[in-house]
């Protein structure tokens, strides 16, 4: 626990920047609370119990937190049995903007967590990282202490949320005025075969450069590029980026077409793109129907590298996100996305953690 300074510089009126000697102490207790947090979902923290919360949280936080290490600690038993789970968790914490006012601070952070497989095999992801924005609240006690109080992670819940956190998917809208374009073929078998083997995909083919898709999300997964904005739902408009950097090229388009589902383009502002290029349902569309860039797969096993597999999460008829591949090994494929921006999580953790949802695997 961290004692209380007198605050360095007047933000606002009732309100203050905290000193750099109180962001520390409170980024110290932010990090032990997160360590603690993705230790939970590891095999050691499974087999330890790891129930209790750290020091520096309040009484009802600490309540709180019991459940959620509870839940964390389960699913981490579970997807031990499913793959090998995760053996163990490296947590950094970088704050950001923070303030206090009267005995409440806030505190901005971004936790950039690794979670570490096991029984790697040579040339395989040794672990899926994530990075998720944090805001922390803290209360001071009569003797000058700061404890934590809430945590609000940013997690946006179109997407597999990291596997610290304990939260449900919810269905995205297709645009209200987008194109009615009927059924969908049947969605993908999620049975994993005996024999996962698959033939290996052309790193090149028909103009198009596979390799630089799935190195487009491998460099861009966090660090996003500054040549395109980023969307509040960003997963759609991440894949689109890593096509064209792939070779995919845009169509002719306009305000009057971008409703249209044949028409795929990024321009200077929203209201100047195409649906189909930041939109799930939309994107589907035009790489299946009418555009013959993609091909729908039968079984999401067969995915390759820069391969495309997309959600339904309630089963209601509307694609809700977009993944791409960026590995493949003889057993495992590995998915990379944003909102919430994660790299290299395994699909077989995705679907345990997601069993009710319906796949639409695209061959690229």
């Known amino acids: 626990m961290v004692g209380a300074s007198a605050p360095a510089t007047q933000a606002k009126p009732g309100t203050a920047s905290l000193s750099s000697d109180e962001t520390a102490g409170l980024t110290q207790i932010t990090d032990a609370y997160l360590q603690r947090r993705a230790d939970a979902v590891t095999t050691t923290g499974v087999q330890r119990s790891l129930r209790a919360a750290p020091a520096g949280t309040t009484a009802a936080l600490a309540v709180e937190l019991e459940d959620d290490f509870s839940a964390l600690a389960e699913q981490g038993r579970i997807l031990q049995g499913v793959n090998g789970g995760y053996t163990r968790a490296e947590v950094e914490v970088t704050p950001g903007e923070s303030k206090v006012e009267g005995d409440t601070a806030t505190l901005e952070v971004i936790e950039d967590t690794r979670l570490y497989?096991?029984?790697?095999?040579?040339?395989?992801?040794?672990?899926?990282e994530y990075s998720l924005p944090h805001s922390l609240k803290f209360n001071r006690t009569p003797d000058g202490q700061w404890l934590l109080a809430d945590d609000q992670a940013q997690v946006d819940t179109t997407g597999p949320a990291p596997s610290t956190q304990i939260?449900?998917?919810?269905?995205a809208t297709a645009e209200p005025d987008s194109e009615d374009e009927g059924p969908k073929p049947p969605a993908a078998s999620t049975v994993q075969p005996?024999?996962?083997?698959?033939?290996?995909k052309a790193v090149m083919a028909a103009g198009y450069n596979y390799g630089k898709m799935a190195s487009y999300a491998d460099k861009h997964w966090r660090n996003t590029n500054s040549d395109y904005r980023v969307y509040g739902n960003d997963c759609t408009n991440f894949i689109s980026q890593a096509m064209r950097a792939g070779g995919w090229r845009a169509t002719s388009g306009s305000v009057a077409s971008r409703r249209d589902n044949r028409k795929w383009f990024y321009a200077s502002h929203t209201w100047n793109t195409s649906y189909t290029w930041a939109g799930a349902e939309n994107w589907y569309w035009f790489a299946a129907k009418h555009s013959d860039r993609t091909r729908v797969l039968n079984n999401i096993w067969q995915m390759q590298r820069s391969d495309v597999l997309q959600a339904d999460w309630k089963k209601d008829g509307i694609i809700d996100h977009t993944m791409i591949v960026t590995k493949r090994s003889a057993n495992e494929i590995y998915m990379t996305y944003h909102t919430p921006s994660i790299h290299n999580k395994k699909l077989s953790t995705i679907r345990a953690q997601y069993p009710r949802a319906a796949w639409y695997a695209h061959r690229t």
Do not use: A, I, K, W
């Not at 939260?167 to 269905?171: I, K, V, Y």
């Not at 005996?194 to 290996?200: F, K, L, W, Y």
């Open 167 to 171: 939260t449900e998917p919810l269905d």
């Open 194 to 200: 005996m024999d996962t083997s698959v033939e290996e």
């Open 117 to 128: 497989y096991p029984d790697v095999q040579e040339g395989d992801p040794e672990y899926e």
